[in-house]
């Protein structure tokens, strides 16, 4: 699980350090608003399409295979980042990035493979926590790489650098990380044809659990996507922010999410039950992302992030560990990548919406538009009862 944690972490430092870049990187090469947004979304794009085959391939084949060749995948996607000389070229790399992302999905099911019931929302907190710390560790090295004033911005340095973690990352998952698939279950995967595995899949997926967490999952991300896309402009506009300055923002809301995730999300699941964190979450991020906007100074606006910040943390372990509990082992990695594929659907679909509403109708309307739809999400949960989470107090 340490091995994992490590792996996880290290990837997204490489991760993290180009997100408060993009934005810069894109208006380099005079983008507007809603282009920026797209330079965002493409990673999710392009992932939503290749998720559920990677997902579907560490059933098959495993999970370490899995997360070797998503981790070349990635290495050319940020050498090509670094080196490119236009927009369509940063299109084209951010693409790459978001086809040969498999090892998030690959992640998720090794830890699903190596936890129970009781520890799986602890397990998939861990996955979340290296995500946090590696948005800790990321922004802010971006940031002192790249620059304090937008005039004068390095966008080459993060980006060959992001490239030499996700090859740490590569190296330690060659080395030390073992398979977690059970032969028995590879076996078992073998020796179906292709139609039976396409039954199994599709059965999963139909379970009205996993249903109704794809669509939580979903809305959930597609607003907290969207706050991420267009914070940076909100900030340049709102206080003068540079690279430097959203690297910081977003270094203490990683470790805020890492605390939350690593610490925090087993024992609240443990206390209140996975229904009732989600639900918590929804409320969390409806109140932070409406207090954004009335943030005229750092105080009220590191707040409203806080608030925003633990909403999302604890549901985004909560809904995956959902997700896994109603999946059996056979199909677990496909479920779970077809989960991932939902997640970046709307980490694609979410910037582009924001995107378009900073650009047409104000740099606020963004943050009270995500406060609405979770309101009604929230309406949502509680009007199709508690049927669909399993296992959980509620």
Avoid: C, H
């Avoid at 997100?19 to 608003?33: G, R, V």
């Avoid at 392009?46 to 070349?72: C, E, H, N």
């Avoid at 922004?139 to 790249?146: K, V």
């Amino acid at each position: 699980m340490i091995i994992l944690f490590v792996i996880v972490f290290i990837n997204l430092v490489g991760f993290g350090i180009v997100i408060p870049l993009l934005p810069f990187y894109a208006e380099f090469f005079k983008a507007s608003p809603d282009q920026v947004t797209l330079v965002m979304a493409v990673y999710s794009m392009a992932q939503f399409i290749t998720a559920p085959l990677w997902g579907r391939f560490s059933d098959r084949f495993g999970r370490r295979p899995t997360l070797i060749l998503s981790l070349v995948g990635t290495v050319v996607a940020y050498l090509w980042l670094a080196s490119a000389t236009d927009l369509i070229q940063i299109f084209g790399a951010r693409a790459l990035a978001g086809f040969m992302a498999g090892s998030i999905s690959a992640a998720f099911a090794y830890m699903a493979d190596i936890t129970n019931e009781e520890n799986r929302t602890r397990g998939m907190g861990l996955i979340g926590a290296a995500f946090g710390l590696g948005f800790i560790a990321g922004p802010a090295i971006g940031g002192i790489l790249a620059g304090a004033d937008p005039a004068t911005t390095n966008f080459q340095l993060p980006a060959f650098a992001a490239a030499g973690f996700a090859a740490a990352a590569l190296v330690m998952t060659l080395i030390a990380l073992k398979e977690s698939l059970s032969p028995e279950a590879r076996l078992r995967i073998a020796g179906q044809s292709g139609q039976e595995r396409r039954q199994a899949f599709r059965q999963a997926t139909s379970v009205p659990g996993i249903q109704m967490m794809f669509v939580l999952t979903f809305m959930s991300v597609f607003v907290f996507a969207g706050l991420e896309a267009t914070f940076a402009m909100w900030t340049e506009r709102k206080f003068g922010w540079g690279v430097l300055q959203n690297g910081y923002m977003f270094a203490f809301l990683g470790l805020i999410s890492a605390i939350i995730q690593g610490g925090l999300v087993g024992r609240l699941s443990r206390r209140f039950g996975e229904l009732r964190l989600i639900r918590q979450g929804f409320i969390a991020l409806a109140v932070g992302l409406a207090l954004l906007p009335f943030s005229d100074g750092l105080a009220l606006m590191i707040i409203a992030l806080v608030i925003t910040t633990y909403g999302f943390s604890v549901v985004s372990p909560a809904l995956a560990s959902q997700i896994s509990l109603n999946a059996a082992e056979d199909v677990r990695g496909g479920v779970l990548g077809l989960g991932r594929s939902v997640s970046t659907l709307a980490r694609a679909v979410g910037p582009v919406g924001a995107g378009y509403l900073f650009a047409f109708g104000g740099k606020d309307w963004p943050f009270f538009t995500g406060a609405m739809l979770m309101i009604v999400v929230l309406a949502v949960s509680y009007a199709k009862g508690s049927g669909w989470a399993r296992g959980v107090k509620t």
